[in-house]
């Protein structure tokens, strides 16, 4: 691969365009259309009669969980502690979530310096008229390592961040959470907790869209991609390739893997997330094929690692998954990616994507480069030109570029 620098996927964004609150109704939001070259504008309520013929939507059902908690010292300090993925008592969102002792995760912590090691720190908390004490101790501080506990079997960690927790905003919006972030930082649809950041894309369908989609002899999908913190973290590298990539867990079923099979060159994606996995399920599938580890992680550029001429078609990935699971007799598989989508990668699986409007010179930006080419700078330029909202509360964008 040639060298990409990163300055050649910056815009000038000024602060005044960043969406700072949501709208008060989720489709009232600008939409702007990119169809092989040709670029137009509505409102997000008429996504419906802009889907080709017979679409199937995918959309990521995570869902957000209250990931900021905050403790505060006798001297006044507040010691802020984000979650990140958890450690233990499992890996597993779900089993953590599930958790009714105690869990580890790994954290971004605000105010490190002033949390002395050893220290253990204290909240009370109020669930069900009872008063919980919440103990945190960083347990191993190379890493951000936090341990928290409680003493009741009754709650679950889940029960913990419900009552206790705070909506994790994105840091760039530069605000503190207040009560309708509860609910517009969530897609309707959301369902498996584990995400620290919002599947965006998805924030502008209502229940409403979604029933006129099916009844317009369209389809729907829901796999899960568990959104973390570090689709935020800045690009710091001058090439780009070199960029410590984040990585995301990953919930794909034998069902998802039958409507995919079965929608090949009709499929949207609801979100740079939905994509990620993806184009991350056939590189999965290429291992199997392959005769590879059977461990489902894909490597930040294993894509571009392989020959082309060695790789399998998209029904032949798939199909190796779907052998895999039915050999170790299970209907729902896990997963990590780390996988980069960067200019020059060719995608398999999506024929359209339905996104926001991304930070300069980030992840998010990079991977609408690689999938509408350098025309991204003529779209970015044309909703900077008609007063879109950008980032996570902003306006949407619907891409099919011409070689999909």
Request: charged share 25%; aromatic share 10%.
């Amino acid at each position: 691969m040639p060298v990409l620098e990163l300055d050649e996927f910056k815009y000038d964004l000024p602060e005044s365009r960043i969406a700072k609150f949501p709208l008060d109704k989720r489709d009232q939001s600008k939409l702007l259309h990119y169809n092989k070259g040709v670029i137009s504008h509505y409102q997000f309520r008429d996504i419906n009669r802009l889907l080709p013929e017979k679409s199937l939507l995918v959309f990521n059902e995570t869902k957000v969980i209250p990931a900021r908690l905050s403790f505060f010292k006798e001297t006044g300090a507040v010691i802020e502690i984000m979650l990140l993925n958890p450690i233990k008592p499992s890996r597993d969102v779900n089993i953590s979530m599930s958790s009714t002792e105690s869990v580890t995760w790994e954290c971004m912590v605000k105010n490190m310096k002033k949390w002395k090691p050893g220290q253990t720190l204290i909240r009370e908390i109020m669930i069900h008229d009872e008063i919980i004490n919440l103990e945190a101790r960083l347990v191993d501080r190379d890493n951000n390592h936090v341990e928290i506990s409680w003493i009741n079997p009754d709650l679950t960690f889940a029960d913990i961040l419900e009552c206790s927790g705070k909506v994790p905003l994105p840091p760039y919006l530069k605000r503190e959470p207040v009560a309708i972030d509860k609910q517009r930082y969530q897609t309707v649809y959301s369902r498996n907790k584990g995400a620290v950041a919002a599947p965006t894309a998805g924030l502008h369908f209502t229940d409403e869209i979604i029933t006129e989609i099916k009844q317009a002899d369209h389809d729907t999908d829901y796999l899960t991609l568990h959104v973390s913190a570090g689709t935020f973290q800045p690009i710091k590298e001058k090439d780009v390739r070199r960029h410590d990539m984040h990585m995301e867990t990953i919930l794909v079923s034998l069902s998802n893997l039958e409507k995919i099979k079965n929608n090949l060159g009709n499929i949207v994606a609801v979100g740079t997330t939905s994509m990620r996995t993806l184009e991350s399920i056939y590189w999965y599938g290429v291992k199997l094929f392959s005769g590879e580890d059977t461990s489902f992680f894909i490597e930040k550029l294993y894509p571009y690692d392989i020959p082309v001429d060695k790789l399998p078609s998209v029904n032949e990935s798939l199909n190796a998954i779907k052998d895999h699971m039915t050999k170790m007799n299970i209907e729902q598989i896990q997963g990590e990616t780390q996988i980069f989508i960067l200019p020059g990668y060719k995608f398999r699986i999506c024929r359209g994507l339905i996104t926001n409007f991304h930070m300069p010179g980030s992840t998010l930006m990079l991977l609408v480069a690689a999938f509408v080419g350098n025309d991204w700078k003529r779209i970015y330029d044309e909703a900077l030109s008609n007063d879109y909202r950008f980032l996570s509360y902003g306006d949407s964008s619907f891409l099919i570029p011409e070689n999909q």
